[in-house]
């Protein structure tokens, strides 16, 4: 704890305890916002840059950095907040993790910024904050910056989580759309749609056999194995909203080539599968928060199929055709087109 | 324009501007969302590594970046989102810069989360990318990641911004309330309360004779300045959320000293005066986005003012005294306490 707080603790009628919902002042830049952040943020997160509370966090940049560094930014808004197999809080970690090491990038710093409502329960808060600090630790992410604003009572959503994060990529390790060539096989690490029918039973409250759990986990141990196995991998991404279909998309037109899918080698699992037929969703557009696409050349399939588990399947590949197509052989032989959504089919999903 | 762009557009019948106000597809991981990126994000921010549309942006570290890393986040919910004198989208872009200066770090990369409100004017939106992409550009840092979400009308209020920072501090630049020593002066680089008013006198549909408007700017060339002219600063810090009382507060018990301020000498305009007056506010605490409470070493007040310009002015001095106290000598020689407030005296001015 830090030591400052006794001081004002002692001229505080007010600790946190006595205010069970959030109120606008605990964005307020004032004592009540000083113990949120000293109560909540800095003793689960407990790191010695962040507890020093500066405008910036300085911190050092590791010595076997001669590479680059890799920047990016994510809105979490998913609704309900909590769901099977996750909440907003596992989410925005790992969505971070996952977005830098898709660039071939080591996670190593996390920014957290907070938009509360008005009477959100501060248990909530506390849980979301708990699992986050937990998800960056298990991935040796610091939490080094953050930001916590209030909006009034119908104008946010309970919270809010806008995560950014660092992470440096190694000398050597080159990846994008520009290094795919036709004969390039694209691979998933497993069974497709999960994230989406997870929150969106949860939401609809519709009732399976077996729930149906989010995939939402950190892909960095993943990649750091598949480019060991294979350094020339040319592309990985996270099919989050839009699917796997919006990745393919936006990589087939990058790349300017075609895409062709093997409808049934696409991995998908029976539940979720069920669940899709009975709403009319198709998989394929549904998000994942723990699957990646790794579009590698073809002598490198099997080394890359084994460096992703066993679960990772070759679904497709990439070959002349025209430009930023993507087509599905389905399992009668026939070819369909893979349309590009308006939008994903359910919104809020992350 | 990217090349890529034509192919879609000539299978998509929605082009932007048939959508005047933003739907939740426009955050769906689709086509409405890639028309946005495309039309609206990438065509204002202009940077290449922002157009590659990776999941994370890859970028070198400055060759005389032998120093560390500063690291800043801030999510912005300002309301009305625009003001006297600046916007939702300056105040995020020279709020993250502040932040990064006030650590004495150089600016370099931002990163840029948008949280919008179906039913948003897509105007509205478009006025404040422009803003965002200028102030950027102004000050020198590079747009490089950007994520959007789209809640439904009723669970979010038009725009929230949250905006990322990445700066360099060189090295042998030192700063932190560590530093302090009793005798060191406390300065302002101008008159305080301006943004706060401003916002709320819009806000209230409060008319004065001269309108008051936001010092909402950039402070990293100053810093610059008076880093280069007093190179043993011991701390800056920007008075927003909470004003110049909780700045000092906060420093005041990070140092473990007193601060004695001189009521007096705290430059306030007289419009800012006569509002606060009007609605019993107190200067003080009220928030600022284009000023720095600078502390230095006795010796070095008098470049420390030179290099802040004509408008700074010594406010107050550090001394042994009771840990974490603020006090101030008010004109009849007498001294008050300065308390810290449970909260900002207004809500979502930042």
Redesign the interface.
Known sequence: MNP?YD??AASCP?PLRDYPTI????????????ELIEHLFLAEFADETLS??????????PTH?KG??????????VRPLFFPGGSLAELAVHGTI???A????QPL?L?????LEEGLPIAVLAELVRRLAQAARQAGMRV?????????R????GC?I?T????V?AAGIDL?PQLIRPGDVVLVNGPIGEHGMAVLSVREGLEFESPIVSDCRALHLEVDRLLRAVPNTRFL??P????VA?VLH?VA??A?WEIALDEAAIPVRAEVRAACEILGLDPLYV?NEGKLIAIVPPEAESSALTALGPQARRIGVVRAGS??RVVARTPFGTERLI???????L??I?
Chains 1, 2 share one sequence.
């Open positions: 400052t001081a004002n007010l109120v606008l002042a605990h964005g307020g830049g004032g004592r009540l916002m000083a020093a509370k500066t405008d910036a966090a300085v911190l050092p940049l950095a680059r560094l890799a920047l990016t930014t994510d809105c979490h808004v996952n977005d830098l898709m660039s071939g990038a710093y920014t957290v910024g907070f938009i080094v910056a953050g930001d916590t604003k209030v909006v009034e119908g104008h946010g959503d809010f806008t950014s994060g660092v992470g990529v994008g991404r996270d989050t909203r839009g699917g919006a936006e037109q990058a300017r998000a430009v930023g349309p590009l959504p308006l939008g994903e089919q919104p809020r992350c």
